[in-house]
C-alpha cells in the first residue's frame, strides 16, 4: 500500500514532468519554426511573431496521469485536486468552461492507470486542461500556478510550525530555482486554497484564521519584485498581506534634529492614543537616558540592521548623524493591523525612500522658527556631545534645503509656540477623510475563523465560498472579493480589498 506522501510525491512528479515535457516540446516546435523561418531567408532573423507556433495546449495532466504510478502494491485511492481547469466535451468540442474544479485520483491495483475525471454540468468532459493544481490532503497542500514560462509552486509542509515554501520551474530551461522570498509570509495554518489575480501576483486565502488576516499576495513580477531582483541578482517573490478597506493613511514627519518632532508626536499619542500608533524605528545609535528598547527605538547592532535590511524587512533606512535609522515593515504595519493611524518620525532621507515606496502616505515638514532657536533647542535637550551637536546643525541646514523639494512634502509647519503648532498639526491631519470603510464592516471584527476556498475568478472579482456551514452561524456562505481597486502591495501591505456577501 503506497502511504499519501507517496502519492503525493508521485503525482507533482507526474504533474512536474508533464510541464517539462511541454515546455520542451514548445521549444524545439519554436527551433523548428526559427530553422524554417531562416532557411527560407537569405539573412537569417528571428521569425514574424505570426510564424512562432502557438504553445501546445493539449492534456498533458491527463495524459500523464493515465500511465501506471510506482507502486508495487496495490494503491490507496482517492486524493484530490484542486484546480483551475479547462474542460472542453463532446466529440466537436460542443462544450467548453472553465472554473475552478476538485477533481479526484483514485489510483487503483500496481499497473493499474491512475484516473482523473472532470465533469462539468453532469457531463464528464474527456479532454480537459489543468491550469492550477492543488494536492489536499489532511497533512499537506501543494500548489502548481503557471505564469509564462515559469511554474510555481507552493507547498506547505506537513509541520505546522513550518511556513510556506516557494519553489519555481523555469520550463524552458527546465531547472529549478528556489527564489529569494521577501516578506513576512502568513502564519502557518493547516491549508489554503490559491488562484492567480494576473501575471503579477497570485492570491493566497489562508483557511481556519479570521478573515481578514487571511488574504495574502505572493508577488511574483511586480515593479518591487523586479527592482529586487536587479538590486540582488536573485530570483524574488514576496509576501503582501491584503488589508480589506484602504485604512487611514500614515503620516509621515521629518525636519531637522532638534525641532521638536518629537515633542509633537508624543502630545498626538497622549491625547488619542488609540487613534495614533508610533512606527518604532530601529538604530544603531546608543540609547539615551530614559529611553526604553522596544517603545522608542529597537537599539540594534550594525551587522543585524544590515542584514535585516538586505532580506526586504526594511520599508526604508538611512545613514543619519553617523548612525543606521530604519523603519522596518513590521513597526508600521503593526500599527495598522491594530486598526490606528502610524506615526513615522524619520530624516529627509527616510521621507524620499518611504514616498518612492508604495506605501501611501501624508508628509509633513516640522521647521524651526530660526537656526538660532533650533540650536538653543538642541543644547538644551543635552543629551548630545559638543561634537554630536555641531555634527546635526550641519545635517539640519541640509535637510532645511530639502523641505521644499517638489513633490516631497505635503505641508510645512513651523514649530514657533508649541501649542500653536500642536494645534495646526491635529487640523491638519483632521483634512484626510477619517471614514471607516462601510463595505467589509459586517467582518471587521470578526474574530472567528473563517473557512473559504475560491470559487471562481473574473479580472477583478473573485468568489470564495465557506467549507463549513457559515449560515448556520449567522453569516454568509459566498463572499465576493473585489480586487478593482488595490493599492500598494510589497514591502508593505495590499490595500483597498473589498468584501461583500453574495445572496
Ligand atoms: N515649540 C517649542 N518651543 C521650545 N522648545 C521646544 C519646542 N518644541 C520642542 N521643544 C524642545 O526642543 C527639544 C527638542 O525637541 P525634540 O526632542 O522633540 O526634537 P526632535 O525634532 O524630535 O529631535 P530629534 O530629531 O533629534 O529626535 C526638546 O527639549 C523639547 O522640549
Ligand atoms: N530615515 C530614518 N530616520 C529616522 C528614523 N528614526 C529616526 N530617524 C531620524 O533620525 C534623526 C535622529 O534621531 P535621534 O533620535 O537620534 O535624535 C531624526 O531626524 C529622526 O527623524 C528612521 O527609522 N529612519
Not at 534634529?257 to 544603531?284: C, D, N, Q, R, W
Not at 523603519?327 to 518612492?356: F, P
Not at 546643525?393 to 503648532?421: I, K, M, T, W, Y
Amino acid at each position: 500500500m503506497l502511504e499519501k506522501h507517496e502519492i503525493k510525491e508521485w503525482f507533482r512528479h507526474t504533474y512536474i514532468t508533464c510541464l517539462e515535457e511541454q515546455a520542451q516540446r514548445r521549444s524545439e516546435a519554436k527551433k523548428k519554426s526559427y530553422k524554417a523561418a531562416a532557411a527560407s531567408t537569405s539573412t537569417p532573423s528571428p521569425p514574424p511573431p505570426h510564424q512562432i507556433p502557438p504553445p501546445i495546449r493539449s492534456s498533458p495532466l491527463l495524459h500523464r496521469l493515465r500511465r501506471p504510478p510506482p507502486a508495487s502494491d496495490p494503491l490507496l485511492l482517492g486524493v484530490s485536486i484542486l484546480g483551475r481547469v479547462s474542460v472542453s466535451w463532446g466529440r466537436r468540442r460542443s462544450g467548453h468552461r472553465e472554473g475552478i474544479k476538485k477533481l479526484r485520483i483514485a489510483v487503483g491495483q500496481r499497473d493499474a492507470s491512475a484516473l482523473t475525471t472532470a465533469h462539468f454540468m453532469g457531463e464528464e468532459a474527456p479532454e480537459f486542461r489543468v491550469e492550477s493544481v492543488a494536492l489536499e490532503s489532511k497533512d499537506c497542500l501543494q500548489n502548481a500556478i503557471d505564469i509564462g514560462d515559469k511554474t510555481y509552486v507552493i507547498s506547505r509542509s506537513d509541520d505546522p510550525k513550518s511556513s510556506i515554501t516557494i519553489k519555481i520551474l523555469d520550463k524552458l530551461t527546465r531547472t529549478w530555482v528556489v527564489p529569494t522570498v521577501l516578506g513576512a509570509p502568513p502564519n502557518p495554518t493547516s491549508s489554503h486554497s490559491v488562484v492567480l489575480v494576473n501575471n503579477e501576483k497570485i492570491l493566497i486565502i489562508e483557511k481556519g484564521v479570521p478573515l481578514k488576516d487571511s488574504i495574502w499576495f505572493l508577488e511574483v513580477d511586480t515593479p518591487f519584485v523586479k527592482q529586487q531582483s536587479k538590486i540582488k541578482g536573485t530570483v524574488v517573490v514576496a509576501w503582501s498581506k491584503g488589508v480589506i478597506g484602504e485604512g487611514q493613511k500614515p503620516v509621515v514627519i521629518s525636519g531637522p534634529s532638534g525641532v521638536g518632532k518629537g515633542t509633537l508626536i508624543a502630545k498626538l499619542m497622549k491625547e488619542y492614543p488609540s487613534k495614533f500608533g508610533f512606527s518604532v524605528s530601529h538604530t544603531t545609535r546608543a540609547p539615551r537616558e530614559k529611553e526604553i528598547d522596544g517603545v522608542h527605538y529597537h537599539f540594534t547592532e550594525r551587522s543585524k540592521i544590515e542584514e535585516e535590511i538586505s532580506e526586504g524587512k526594511f520599508l526604508e533606512f538611512a545613514h543619519v548623524h553617523g548612525n543606521v535609522y530604519g523603519t522596518s515593515i513590521e513597526a508600521v504595519e503593526s500599527v495598522t493591523d491594530e486598526g490606528k493611524r502610524c506615526i513615522l518620525d524619520i530624516d529627509v532621507q527616510g521621507a524620499r525612500s518611504v514616498r518612492a515606496s508604495s506605501l501611501e502616505a501624508i508628509f509633513i515638514f516640522v521647521c524651526p522658527p530660526s537656526f538660532e532657536e533650533l540650536e538653543k533647542r538642541l543644547r538644551a535637550r543635552g543629551t548630545e556631545t559638543e561634537e554630536q551637536i555641531q555634527k546635526r546643525l550641519r545635517n539640519a541646514r541640509a535637510e532645511l534645503d530639502q523641505s521644499n523639494s517638489p513633490g516631497l512634502f505635503d505641508h510645512l509647519l513651523v514649530n514657533d509656540d508649541l501649542e500653536a503648532c500642536y494645534e495646526n498639526l491635529k487640523k491638519l491631519l483632521s483634512l484626510y477623510d477619517d471614514h471607516e470603510d462601510s463595505n467589509d464592516s459586517f467582518i471587521k471584527d470578526g474574530k472567528e475563523t473563517a473557512c473559504y476556498s475560491i470559487l471562481s475568478k473574473t479580472n477583478s472579482e473573485i468568489l470564495l465560498q465557506s467549507e463549513t456551514n457559515e449560515a448556520e452561524k449567522g453569516t454568509t456562505n459566498l463572499l465576493s472579493l473585489d480586487l478593482s481597486s488595490l493599492s500598494g502591495g510589497a514591502p508593505g501591505r495590499t490595500r483597498g480589498l473589498k468584501i461583500s456577501p453574495v445572496n
